[in-house]
């Protein structure tokens, strides 16, 4: 109860409150007291006072007060002894117990289950039982609560002897289903046989039971179950009737509990059809993110059960939240098969045509998920890409860039696997090539255009759109081309500035300015002269690949020696014209951006080869560029390959497991779902899918020590992180021959984590073990400290004692996994963060490869740069590693180092993120983890 105090008040004040007979000054005063108990100030001289003239008071809120006082205050003397005032306060709650008012009894029932001290409880266990009979339901069901929590004690037992069948009793005869509830629960933590039987007993009404119930029954089925496994074949039946109930918390659990408990295929498809009529009905997103997280988990398991629910799944599509969508295609693109591939493709092709609205939410950011899906899709069954590469190529001109250039990157790809495709490909591309605005989008086409042009007639028909592309030279006008250029920039906002951060050589920050095409509005008119406007813009890297593509076309033509020597003369002449008319363009002032060294040096590059056509040149760019690509998209295909082996791969099995032969077991009285279920176990354990043998081993590095042999009280724990909770499991061991009183676990954190409840106190014997759960949220990647103290009284002693524990560092390697990103989204997102974290290389290790494979080891990264890019011994390095957190941040790596005169390494290891927190902590990790 949170209760607002300006100014601490004295107790002389809240005395003098207490005694008078203002009922409201009363409540005030009360609310003082409490607010300095939880101060720490305890205050025994407001006792009397308050048994004096706060107990007799009638009014309800401060008799509400009068509890909270009573459970904050000390009840205990310094040996653990209950103060003998507190008799006082045992008739005062025997008689609200047996209080006309029902508020007054259900408040103090709940009082009750929050109370400690057995001699407190002892003598009110008849008044609480008497209450089970009353007339309210609110009464009944917080005597139930009373019960449980005092069964709890050590000597619950025997304060309440027959509790269970008392329990039972109330069960069978109470009509109230919150009250219902909770003596279900009851049975089931303390007698779960009498919970099953009566479970049993009820079996044909359970399906009409309240939700909160059934969900009781599923707690109880998963308890006996985790016990005993071999019962569960009992339950089943029970989990199938309630799975059409009209709660969809109870389906959800109902699920859940089946995939718990049986393997059989059968079960997995009824949760999963559970989970897909969830992911559809609801309409809150985070309750469709979970049900799409449990879906991921059954994916990873039953493949081959969840390849019947794929168009099940793609109906989340529907949503129009991205998360949803993007989870949702990524649990699709694992569950394509030749079966349902036509299907999947068909609906990833009406979404995509859905997003050409213009209302359309998030139109640009949904196409391009559904691009990259489709491009999948493609590259697994090539078949199916001669259906979908003529519909994406209409989005080649797409306002949005990122969207634009995964479908070029599509078709570059499938132009390069599929040759059936390619004359149909390129003429579609020159028909769509003027409705391109994006500079990159242009860049990879015309690259294109002067590969995979092969003969005279597609040869000729690529120069034709390129001069349409650039229009009449010359480029600039005869007044400076002022006009031209204003007319071009108002056609299409090709300078965008954008500003980001840069880190310069020395480590210091800079601002870099960088010039993107992009179009002024999403709908804006196609320009025939998109080339023209791009280079009036200042885009002179377009220059560049406009010249390389013009040499490669005339280079070709004069291979395929199918025209006179006039008419190829004649063509080369134009190129060259058109090159020399973008190299005098680059040298008018008006342009916004003048023309970069680079591209003046490839355009005269250009020139010289079609002057001068060497052989050894011509062989260069006819020949070892596109092999160069195609070398690229294999070793890309064979990656994916051996990726997908080493998953497979995985799984293994020790050779003198026990198998059981099916059919020699006995099927008498056995459903179909436990038929199922055993063989699915039999296979599992065949297959290897079921717990490696060294996992518990594993879990043995999870265990630190936080206190010496020779303390007193020694205490280890065992740490689980997962995801955004951290669960500490404290083993706490009484070394001494005492028993240790008000024995607490108290902790605090450092970082961005944050402890959700303070742990209970507790009694320890001498030599007696208890096992404390502490749990903290996690609200950031970054490396946190847990540290604390173990604080106690002993017999004897009027002090408490303290055994500070060793601190605990939470490693950022529990939040980050290994990721897989494109390498444009890489550039991307490495020109956009603004936190970098410059490690210089400080190492022992002697070879760059091996270097680099012991920062991703220790790093759980993953690496980007292709293995046939770090071949050969150059002696320097240069890879981009790449890593995503549980909380979705991006963890970006590059590592450079090269290899000095005497033999050691040098370089810089550079991280950055957009959060500060997870850049520092991935630095600290390499600065202590680089050397061998």
Known sequence: MLVACERQASPTEIKEALEGNDAEAKVEAMKKAIMLLLSGEQMP?????????????????????LLLYLEAIEKTDSSGKLLPEMILICQNLRNNLQHPNEYIRGVTLRFLCRIREEEILEPLVPSILSNLEHRHSYVRRSAVLAINAIYKFPKGELLLQDAPETIEKTLRNEQDLSTRRNAFVMLSNYAQDRAVRFLFENLESVSSWGDILQMAVLELIRKVCRANP?????????????????STAVVYECAVTLVSLSQAPSAIRAAANCYCQLLVSQSDNNVKLIVLDRLHELKNKHREVMQDMLMDILRALTSPNMDIRKKTLDISMDLITSRNIDEVVMVLKKEVVKTQNKDFEKGGEYRQMLVQAIHNCALKFPDVASSVVHLLMDFLGDANTASALDVIFF????????????????????????TIRSSRVCSTALWLLGEYSCTVEDVEAAVEVIKQALGPAPFMSADGGSAEVANAQAAVQLVTVVRRPAVLADGTYATQTAVEAAPAATGMAPCAHNLRALLLGGDFFVGGVVAGTLTKLMLRLRALNATSVASMNKATASAMLTITHILRLGEAPQLPVPLDDDSRDRMMLCLQVLAHPEEEAVKVWLESCKDSFSALTSEKQVREAAEQKREDAKLACQPDDLIDFVQLKSKKGLSQIEI?????????????????????????NRVLQLTGLSDPVYAEAYVTVHQYDIVMDVTVINRTQETLQNLCLELATMGDLKLVERPQNYTLA?????????????????????????????????ERSVVVLNDIHIDIMDYI????????????MWAEFEWENKVAVNTTFTDCNSFLNHIVATTNMQCLTPPTALDGDCGYLAANL??????GEDALVNVSVEKQSDGRLAGYIRIR??????????????????KA
């Open 817 to 828: 996994s290994p990721a897989v990103c494109a390498d444009v989204q890489f550039r991307n």
């Open 766 to 798: 001498a030599g007696q073990t208890k096992v404390v759960r502490a749990n903290i949220k996690v609200s950031s990647t970054e490396t946190g400290v847990i540290f604390g103290n173990i604080v106690y009284e002993g017999t004897g002693y009027a």
């Open 411 to 434: 078709v570059r790809e499938i132009v390069e696997t599929n040759a059936k495709l390619r004359p149909s490909i390129l003429e579609r591309l020159r028909d769509t090539f003027s």
């Open 913 to 930: 993120s957009k959060t500060q927190g997870i850049a520092l902590s991935l630095g600290d990790k390499i600065t202590l983890k680089q």
């Open 45 to 65: 001289q407001l006792f009397i006072t308050i048994v004096r003239y706060v107990l007799p008071s009638e009014d309800h809120t401060v008799q509400k007060l």
């Open 882 to 887: 790449y890593a995503k957190s549980v909380f």
């Open 230 to 246: 071999g019962e569960k074949g009992r339950f089943i039946k029970i989990i199938l009737s309630l799975l059409q109930s009209n």
């Open 676 to 700: 199922e279920d055993e063989v699915n176990t039999d296979l599992q354990r065949a297959t290897g899918h079921v717990e490696s043998a060294d996992a518990d081993a594993k879990r043995l």
